[in-house]
């Protein structure tokens, strides 16, 4: 492959990856304009490069840029990488300073680097063996601001990034109100933006809007990612399904409130533009002071919604998770969380991790209520000091005697919260988030400490640092339970997350080993920015079966498998009330990082046997389902989902129902991404008894076969090797 970024000419700049090309370019007057975001070109001639440029025809009612030859040149209609206000373009601007609403920034020089460039206090990706980042500084000088965009090619995983720097020139202070990382304006293809929306317990549910001449903007506000709208965000063709059409995938390596806006409308062109988001946002740069943005990740598909994901999936797996866990398979655990709430002490624990042991479970996770007066969640929290009434003997005979049987040991903390009635909070009230004058809000019971401040952050680390430390523990749950009230500074939210990634990352950067599963009231804070410091996160509390299979196929969008923590709870579910087989719960969770929830004392011998059978069979296929291609199948009859991994030669395909519809077969059983004639065996459950594999001919696995014979509430599993020759 050539370098992935091409000089072309003086002022021609080619980002390019296996399957896509972007090219940048100074305009006319200087703007930097965004010439090609797609398919890879192959550009010998950088006069071939004038075939990209737009036209610079304007009508009607709009603002001219006087400088150029083109009097008739419309900043409002071009197609731009970086964009602000006051001088003609009406569409959402990329930057905004207080007092200074007319902004006009123009090239000024370029460098291109090997690798990436980091940034201090926010996580990003790491670079492939071919990254290069091709920086452009901008400048206005009548602001007095320099701008620097730094974008970055990740040419095995189709992915680019890019950070914005903004730095004071000036003799004065500037207050930045707006400072997106990504901005660029695509041709308008016809698109729908899909969204992941939900709530607590219902995450990462799609939402498919059509764009038209209009602002469509995916936000949260809440200090967090949020479950209510991930930041993550396709926009594709409107034809697009999931093996076909057109597309881009926008995210963030960040876990604030963020802000994504489409604009659809003149010159027939989408702007995009994201970042942390404005509200709130007010950053002072004293002057020689800069701002650097969250990084945007980005990627282009022409094989549909699935090729996105797919191009996402490899990035996130050997660019965004800790180095220690690229592609390192994750533990089976079991949690126990809803096997026993806050209702143990350690001869309970024990016997659960007997029971695990006979599942073949590998850690032993122990969660909320094993410190303070924490019997709960009304109080204790933030006095993590080892409940011995519960773990009499204490924490370390306990982890030894889960040790002993064999298992890691793994344990919960919800370090950024404390409940008012602890011991910290009343040594410490001025640590929690508030306004002097106002009495602050309660969420779950609990405050929200200050990250924003030193001292705070420095009890965390030395805290769960120390815990490290002394026990023997492989495993962290970080959980994370509330949306942040009660803090009043512009820009408090970002320091904020400054002051997480500061904690996380002394804590977990010196401890590689320690796996730390993220998160926050389930999937509240799924985003690259926590990926960066642990490779799992807690999905959704909801372990309902059928709700997991719209959860997690709805994260599987922009998130691998390898990031999705899925576990086997009880039947009937604590949170739908809804019964539902062992088949059936172990098929929903075994394509993802695979876990057990629940007291297996309540087994019987049976089911112990059953489930441990089915925990040897995704060992064994463990590195395929968490680290293999992830194909969806487009819904083509209610009530079915369909799923496979595959790497090529060996494939695990699932197929669920949800609900059936009297007389309907449901569509076809397909097996995307797996080529050439194979053999199927279906595992486990109704109809695995079959003593001989299908014969699958050669070209039957895209197409399809009839579907396996499910009621409802029934899955089927089925091994899928490919013939060679
Ligand atoms: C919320 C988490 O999402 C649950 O898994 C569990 O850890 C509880 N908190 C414990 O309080």
């Known amino acids: 492959m050539p370098p992935s970024i091409q000089h072309l000419s003086p002022d021609v700049f080619h980002l390019q990856t296996r399957n896509s090309s972007i090219v940048v370019s100074p305009g006319e007057a200087g703007h930097l304009e965004l010439l090609w975001f797609g398919d890879r070109l192959h550009l010998a001639d950088p006069n071939q490069v004038a075939a990209l440029r737009p036209d610079p ?12 030859r ?10 731009l990488a970086f964009a602000t206000h006051g001088k003609g373009d009406f569409r959402e601007p990329a930057l905004g300073v207080v007092g200074q609403r007319v902004l006009d920034f123009t090239f000024r020089h370029h460098r291109i680097v090997d690798g990436v460039v980091a940034a201090d206090g926010l996580p990003g990706a790491d670079a492939e063996p071919e990254s290069q980042t091709l920086e452009i500084t901008l400048a206005d000088d009548v602001a007095g601001l320099e701008v620097v965009l730094r974008w970055t090619t990740f040419p095995h995983s189709d992915v680019f990034s890019r950070r914005t720097e903004i730095r004071n020139t000036g003799n004065g202070t500037v207050t930045l109100d707006r400072a997106a990382s990504l901005l660029l304006d695509l041709p308008d293809a016809g698109f729908d933006v899909i969204t992941l929306d939900g709530w607590w317990a219902n995450e990462a549910r799609p939402t498919r809007t059509r764009l038209g001449h209009q602002r469509i903007t995916n936000a949260s506000v809440t200090g967090s990612s949020s479950s209510e709208h991930n930041p993550g965000v396709l926009l594709v063709e409107h034809t ?15 876990s604030g409130s963020h802000a994504t806006t489409f604009e659809g409308g003149r010159g027939n062109l989408v702007r995009v533009a994201g970042g942390i988001n404005p509200e709130g946002f007010g950053w002072e740069l004293a002057p020689g002071e800069s701002f650097i943005t969250p990084e945007a990740v980005m990627t282009y598909s022409s094989e549909g919604i699935g090729g996105i994901s797919r191009n996402f999936h490899r990035f996130i797996d050997d660019c965004i998770v800790p180095a220690h866990w690229r592609r390192r398979p994750r533990p089976v655990v079991l949690n126990n969380w809803e096997g026993t709430y806050f209702d143990f002490d350690a001869p309970t624990i ?7 042991v006979e599942l073949g479970v590998e850690t032993f996770v122990l969660d909320d209520g094993w410190f303070g007066a924490r019997d709960d969640d009304l109080r204790g929290l933030g006095d993590w000091v080892v409940n011995t009434t519960k773990l009499e003997g204490g924490l370390g005979a306990l982890i030894d005697g889960v040790r002993a049987l064999g298992l890691d040991f793994g344990l919960w903390f919800e370090p950024e919260s404390i409940n008012p009635d602890s011991e910290l909070y009343r040594a410490h009230p001025e640590w929690a988030i508030h306004q002097p004058s106002r009495t602050p809000s309660e ?36 959980d994370m339970n509330r949306l942040i009230s009660d803090a009043a500074p512009d820009g408090f939210h970002h320091r904020y997350i400054l002051g997480l990634y500061d904690v996380l990352g002394r804590i977990f950067g010196p401890r590689p080993e320690v796996l ?13 920015g926590v990926l960066s410091f642990g490779p799992q996160i807690w999905t959704s509390d909801c372990t309902d079966p059928v709700e997991r299979l719209a959860i997690q196929e709805g994260i599987s969008l922009l998130y691998p498998a ?15 009330g809804r019964a539902s087989s062992l088949d059936y719960r172990f098929a929903v969770s075994a394509p993802y990082v695979f876990g057990v929830e629940l007291d297996p004392r309540t087994m019987p011998a049976a089911e112990i046997t059953a489930l441990g059978e089915r925990i040897t069979w995704y060992k064994q296929r463990r590195a395929l389902l968490q680290f293999g291609e992830h194909h969806r199948v487009e819904k083509r009859g209610d009530g079915r989902i369909q799923l496979t991994a595959t790497d090529g030669e060996r494939a695990v395909s699932a197929y669920y129902t949800t609900h059936i519809r009297p007389g309907s077969h449901g569509p076809v059983w397909q ?3 797996l080529d050439g004639a194979a053999t199927a065996r279906r595992v486990f459950g109704e109809g695995a008894a079959e003593p001989t594999a299908l014969h699958l001919p050669d070209g039957v696995l895209g197409q399809g076969v009839a579907p396996p014979t499910l009621g409802e509430g029934e899955a089927a599993l089925f091994d899928v090797t490919r013939i060679s020759g």
Not at 516 to 528: A, K, P, Q, T, V
């Open 350 to 356: 024990l016997e659960i991790a007997e029971r695990a």
């Open 70 to 79: 083109d009097s008739l040149m419309s900043l409002h209609q071009q197609p």
């Open 516 to 528: 730390l599963e993220n998160c926050s009231s389930g999937g509240n804070r799924f985003d690259l």
């Open 562 to 576: 390898s990031t999705i923590s899925a576990h086997v709870s009880a039947s009937p579910n604590h949170q739908t």
């Open 57 to 68: 025809a304007t009508s009607g009612a709009t603002v001219t840029y006087g400088r150029t």
């Open 443 to 478: 969420g779950r019971h609990q405050y929200l400490l200050d990250l924003t401040r030193s001292d705070v952050r420095d009890h965390l680390v030395t805290t769960v640092g120390g815990f490290l430390d002394e026990y023997p523990i492989s495993f962290v749950k970080w």
């Open 671 to 673: 097996v995307p991404g």
């Open 240 to 254: 697009a399904t999931e093996t076909s059409g057109r597309g881009y995938g926008f995210n963030l390596v960040y």
